[in-house]
Structures are given as structure tokens and as C-alpha cells.
């Protein structure tokens, strides 16, 4: 079989497939617009998805002693269980 032959029967086949391939690309990805009225629309944009406030008064130190609290705890905890009588 003559390579052209090869060529020529598989080209048909491989512009269906991109063809059809883009065309699911397009369909697939509607941009809906958002419905501000609907009970599952929460507001978008920076510190919108964060559960607190970061631009309180006291936030800073509010979050340090958060920080050094949770890395001391296992140290502390480990100091009190060495440190206690046995029995």
C-alpha cells in the first residue's frame, strides 16, 4: 500500500476528530452568569473565603499567640508528663 493512499484515507478521520474534539471544547464550558439572588452565591474576592477578620484592631497579636501556642503545646505537654510523679 502506497504511503499517499495511507495519508489521504487517515486524513479525513483525523479532521472529524479535531473537529469534533473543538466542538466539545466549546460546549463543555458555558460562562454562566452568577445569580446574586440565589441562597448559594457567597461574595467573591480577597479575604472573602477566610472564616475571620484580618483587618481588626488586635489581629496580629491575635494570630501570634495562636501561632506560639500551637508549636509550644507538644513541648509543654511533654515537660509536664517527665516532670510529674510516677506512681
Known amino acids: 500500500m502506497l504511503p499517499q493512499s495511507m495519508i489521504a484515507r487517515a486524513s479525513p478521520r483525523l479532521f472529524t476528530s479535531s473537529l469534533a474534539s473543538s466542538m466539545l471544547g466549546r460546549r463543555a464550558f458555558h460562562a454562566t452568569r452568577a445569580r446574586l439572588s440565589s441562597p448559594y452565591h457567597y461574595p467573591e474576592g480577597p479575604y472573602s473565603n477566610l472564616p475571620f477578620n484580618t483587618k481588626t484592631r488586635f489581629f496580629a497579636l491575635r494570630y501570634w499567640l495562636y ?18 510523679p510516677k506512681a
Do not use: D, R
Open 67 to 84: 501561632c506560639i501556642t500551637g508549636f509550644a503545646a507538644p513541648f509543654l505537654i511533654c515537660v509536664w508528663q517527665t516532670q510529674k
